[in-house]
């Protein structure tokens, strides 16, 4: 609700829309307790939609900060996150090929690999 008010009045890209995505982004998925567990008992919605939030603060990171940054890497590990756990849902529901599978866990590696860099 508060992203979507105030993308009324600022700019897509601006540093406070930004700030609250990111913060969404690294919550959804998250417990109080912390158990680490919870991006599993994401809903579909859910999951595509922090995978649309983080693509969309990488893409800005990519502008702002190219390169190895904290930002990236902590975006790479959401989106690997969200990437794996929709992957291994639709796979296990027989939704998704082994081979469809492959490619999107090769997809991950990279993002793990680029984001401990």
Do not use: W
């Not at 579909?44 to 939609?49: D, G, I, T």
């Not at 997809?107 to 860099?117: A, N």
Request: charged share 25%; net charge positive; glycine share 6%.
């Amino acid at each position: 609700a508060f992203i979507k008010k105030h993308s009324q009045n600022l700019h897509p890209n601006h540093y406070y829309l930004q700030d609250i995505k990111l913060a969404l982004c690294q919550m959804i998925g998250q417990s109080a307790t912390g158990q680490g567990h919870e991006i599993f008992n994401l809903t579909e919605k859910e999951l595509v939609y922090k995978q649309k939030i983080a693509l969309e603060l990488l893409e800005v990171a990519n502008r702002i900060s190219p390169g190895v940054s904290r930002l990236r890497g902590v975006i790479l590990y959401e989106l690997q996150a969200t990437l794996s756990t929709y992957a291994r849902r639709k796979f296990s529901a027989g939704e998704i090929s082994s081979d469809h599978m492959k490619n999107i866990m090769k997809e991950v590696k990279k993002y793990l690999v680029e984001c401990i860099q």
